[in-house]
């Protein structure tokens, strides 16, 4: 008969767990239904049990020591397979994805007849809410988002970073293009996409693109604004303005010709598309599949696009 090891205290587990992965006893208090002192004690009698720290507190917040981030994702695992025990049994082919409705619209739903040639067993359900994702509530397998991968999810795939450039529809080029090329920026008709304009991750703005072609000019108002970017991409189709589009997103239309470039300049952003989801160990064989499938189709667009042409710029 195999014995095992003495366990720490299951309780101990859950509040280092919580707080490792949550970056915040107060968070993994919320989360446990407990106050964070009761979760700084059961971290110290985890320490205590180990002979080893495991987490050390400093003016940024909590910081893992290695013992702590060796440990974490085993433990993140355990106890999606702990959880995964106890529930009803999901339809392993059924796979529910979060994902943007720009992203879904323009890059994902194009890409998604190759999937079910390849896979013609496996079901999506994609919901397009924007929402923050909580595994552990949400009845979610995997999400994509967009950002600088900040994400305190077990698993975190980089997909793609982004690029952006200025575009219009062939119509409108001819007016628009020799402003561009005569440096009389004053009179472009812009449209803004305010999701670009602020926030922790900020992303490449109009502002950058003026100041690489033409430092001292001033940047026009915009004709247009909106908070998201399928409806900025709808307004340019419809020869509203110029977009200071999303390449990713842009790559159909630019291959069909339905927008066009302006001009060279492209600038590259610090944020990209990341799909998200619980530990590897907690995913369905449906999930492990468009995974797989997703990665290489993010290399191939990557491989793709790798090439940079002379006009790219680092931001």
Wanted: charged share 20%; net charge neutral; with cysteine.
């Amino acid at each position: 008969m195999k014995t095992r090891q003495p366990l720490p205290p299951l309780n101990s587990l859950k509040a280092f767990e919580a707080t490792a992965r949550l970056k915040s006893m107060a968070l993994a208090a919320k989360e446990l239904h407990v106050t964070p002192s009761a979760v700084s004690q059961q971290i110290k009698q985890l320490e205590h049990h180990l002979g080893q720290r495991v987490i050390t507190q400093s003016r940024s917040g909590i910081v893992l020591t290695a013992y702590g981030r060796d440990a974490l994702p085993k433990l993140s695992q355990a106890f999606d397979l702990l959880a995964g025990s106890f529930h009803h049994p999901r339809d392993p082919l059924l796979v529910r994805i979060s994902v943007l409705p720009s992203f879904a619209r323009f890059w994902l739903n194009p890409r998604l007849p190759a999937f079910f040639r390849q896979h013609p067993t496996i079901r999506l359900d994609i919901d397009s809410s924007p929402k923050l994702i909580d595994f552990t509530f949400d009845d979610l397998d995997l999400a994509i988002r967009y950002g600088k991968g900040h994400y305190e999810t077990p698993l975190c795939d980089s997909l793609m970073k982004e690029a952006h450039q200025a575009v219009c529809t062939p119509r409108q080029y001819p007016a628009w293009a020799p402003l561009i090329d005569a440096g009389d920026f004053a009179r472009l008709p812009l449209i803004g996409d305010r999701g670009m304009l602020g926030g922790d991750d900020q992303d490449v703005t109009w502002r950058e693109w003026l100041h690489a072609k033409a430092p001292e000019s001033a940047l026009p108002d915009y004709r247009i604004t909106y908070t998201d970017s399928g409806l900025s991409i709808d307004a340019a189709l419809a020869h509203q303005g110029m977009l200071l589009g999303r390449l990713v997103l842009l790559d159909p239309l630019l291959r069909e010709q339905k927008l066009v470039a302006l001009d060279p300049l492209t600038l590259r952003s610090e944020l990209g598309y990341f799909l998200l989801g619980p530990s590897l160990a907690g995913l369905s064989k449906g999930a492990q599949k468009f995974r797989q499938w997703l990665l290489q189709e993010a290399a191939a667009y990557q491989t793709q696009h790798h090439t940079q042409s002379p006009g790219f710029s680092d931001r």
